[in-house]
Structure formats: C-alpha cells, structure tokens
C-alpha cells in the first residue's frame, strides 16, 4: 500500500483543515487506517484510526470533539477533518496503514504540514 498525504497549510486559529490520504492498493478496504502527528520537537502521536466499517477512534483527548475521521473505500481515500484549530494542532500530519491483524502501522504517508497561527 502506499499512501499520499495532503491538505495541510497555515490556517489562522479557530478554522478548520480537511486532510486527505489516498492509498493505493485494491485492499484499502481491509485496512485500518490511522492518523499520527508530530510537533516540531516532540514525538510523534497517534490522533486515531478507523477500521474496515468507518468506525473510527481517537487517542488524543485533545482532539476529541473536534477532529473526525472518515473514509471513502470507493475512492481509497481517508480523511482528517479538523475543527477549532488552535495554535498547539500545528504538526506534520502523518496517515498510516495497517492490516486488521496487525497491531503496529506498516505502511505511511510522506506528511503533511499543518500550521495554525495564533
């Protein structure tokens, strides 16, 4: 699988970001597809994945109520959809693929930059 990330860009706080992630691959359906970001200086995180279904969950308390992932198996496309961006969102946005059976994320996007100003 290999997987393009996009959508990142400087966004004044308070806005929202849709990022994509388009994979290749005609199993994009079985995989469980996750998000993870990195601030400048820190560790990367896991934001959240979703399964198979669309059933998605999210890892950061941070971000719960704000960001929502989604998916588009006919088009082999998840998506991050970011609400009420403060300032601490700014990250390089990584997708990620893993199958249903495997507990570590073997495949990942090149990342996107989100910036958000203050």
């Known amino acids: 699988v290999q997987l393009q990330a996009s959508g990142g860009g400087l966004v004044q706080a308070g806005g929202s970001l849709r990022l994509s992630c388009a994979a290749s691959?005609?199993?994009?359906?079985?995989?469980?597809m996750g998000w993870f970001r990195q601030a400048p200086g820190k560790e990367r995180e896991f934001v959240g994945d979703?399964?198979?279904?669309?059933?998605?969950?999210y890892s950061l308390d941070s971000v719960k109520g704000r960001f929502t992932i989604s998916r588009d198996n006919a088009k082999n496309t998840v998506y991050l959809q970011m609400n009420s961006l403060k300032p601490e969102d700014t990250a390089v946005y990584y997708c990620a693929a893993r199958s249903v059976t495997n507990l570590e994320y073997g495949y990942w996007g090149q990342g996107t930059l989100v910036t958000v100003s203050s």
């Open positions: 979703i399964n198979w279904s669309g059933s998605s969950t």
């Open positions: 691959g005609r199993t994009f359906s079985s995989y469980v």
